[in-house]
C-alpha cells in the first residue's frame, strides 16, 4: 500500500528530511563498537582501539584522514573522553595514529613507530617504503617447551607464549610468537587475547607489570618453513621465509622476552 506524503510549503529553509544527516564514519564506528563491546572479557578500550582500526583496515578511514574530535567519540563509541584517548594512545604508540594538541588525531600514512614496538620495521621489497600492520590475531597460552627461548630467558617452570597472525599492508601474512617467563606475568594468561591486538607489548608489560624494556639484540636467516610452524601461522609449508630472533632486556641486561617471527622474503624487507 501506497502512503500518501503531504505537500510542506517551502519556507527557503531545507526540512529536516532533506538535510544530510548521515555521518558514514560515526554509523561504521557505532556498529564496529557495538559488535566488538560483545566479546566477554574485551574492556572498552580495547573495543573503542578495534573498532577504529577496523575503520582502517576496512578503508572507512584512509592515511591522511582525520579522526572525528575526541569528544565526538565519546558520542560515537559511547565511552569516556579517559577511555578514548587511553585507545588513542594506544594507536598512537603503534604508529597507527599521529596526535597533536589543538590539531586532532590524523590515520599515519607510514608506521614511525614500528622499531619502538618491533625493534626493526617491515619494508615493501619494491620501493622500501615501511609496511604497515594491518591485520592481527592474536592468542596466547602457556608451554613447558624448551627452546632458542629457554636459553635466553633461563628454564622456567612455564613460559608464557603469545602468538600473533599478521597481515601487512601489501598483503604478506606473517607469523609471531613472543615468549615470557611465567612468573614474571601473572594473570597474563587468562586476559581476552584481543586486549594485546593492534597494541605493542612493551608498553603493555610496563603499564601492568611494570617491566620496562630498554633494549634488544636480533639475529635474521632465511629458512624453509618447516611444517609445523606453517599450520600454527597458516602459512604455506616449504616457503623461504625471514626468521627473526628479537632478545629483549632490561636496564640491567636481564632478559624480558624473547621473540621469533616469520615473514616472506618474496614482497617483504627488513630494516633492522
Not at 135 to 143: A, S
Amino acid at each position: 500500500m501506497k502512503r500518501s506524503r503531504k505537500t510542506i510549503p517551502s519556507t527557503g529553509n531545507p526540512s529536516p528530511s532533506t538535510r544530510q544527516t548521515a555521518d558514514p564514519i560515526a554509523d561504521f564506528l557505532k556498529r564496529k563498537m557495538k559488535s566488538t563491546t560483545e566479546v566477554k572479557g574485551r574492556t572498552k578500550r580495547t573495543a573503542a582501539r578495534l573498532a577504529i582500526v577496523a575503520a582502517i583496515s576496512e578503508k572507512q578511514l584512509k592515511p591522511g584522514d582525520f579522526l572525528p574530535a575526541e569528544k565526538k567519540l565519546t558520542d560515537i563509541l559511547g565511552v569516556s573522553l579517559g577511555t578514548v584517548q587511553a585507545a588513542l594512545r594506544q594507536l598512537q604508540v603503534m604508529g597507527v595514529v599521529i596526535r597533536r594538541r589543538g590539531f586532532g588525531s590524523i590515520i599515519a600514512s607510514v608506521e614511525p613507530m614500528a622499531r619502538s614496538v618491533w625493534h626493526f620495521r617491515f619494508v615493501s621489497k619494491a620501493d622500501g617504503t615501511p609496511l604497515r600492520i594491518t591485520d592481527e590475531d592474536v592468542w596466547i597460552d602457556t608451554t613447558t617447551e624448551t627452546g632458542d627461548w629457554s636459553q635466553y630467558l633461563g628454564y622456567a617452570r612455564r613460559y608464557l607464549r603469545i602468538r600473533r597472525r599478521l597481515t601487512l599492508q601489501n598483503g604478506t601474512h606473517a607469523g609471531a610468537e613472543m615468549f615470557i617467563d611465567g612468573s614474571t606475568t601473572p594473570g597474563l594468561e587468562n586476559i581476552e587475547p584481543s586486549e594485546l591486538g593492534m597494541v605493542g607489548i612493551r608498553p603493555y608489560l610496563e603499564e601492568k607489570f611494570g617491566i620496562i624494556t630498554t633494549g634488544a639484540t636480533h639475529f635474521v636467516k632465511t629458512v624453509s618453513l618447516d611444517a609445523k610452524s606453517a599450520k600454527t601461522f597458516g602459512l604455506r609449508a616449504g616457503n623461504t621465509m625471514f626468521e627473526i630472533h628479537a632478545k629483549a632486556y632490561k636496564q640491567d641486561r636481564s632478559p624480558v622476552y624473547f621473540q621469533r617471527i616469520y615473514v616472506s622474503v618474496d614482497k617483504c624487507g627488513l630494516n633492522v
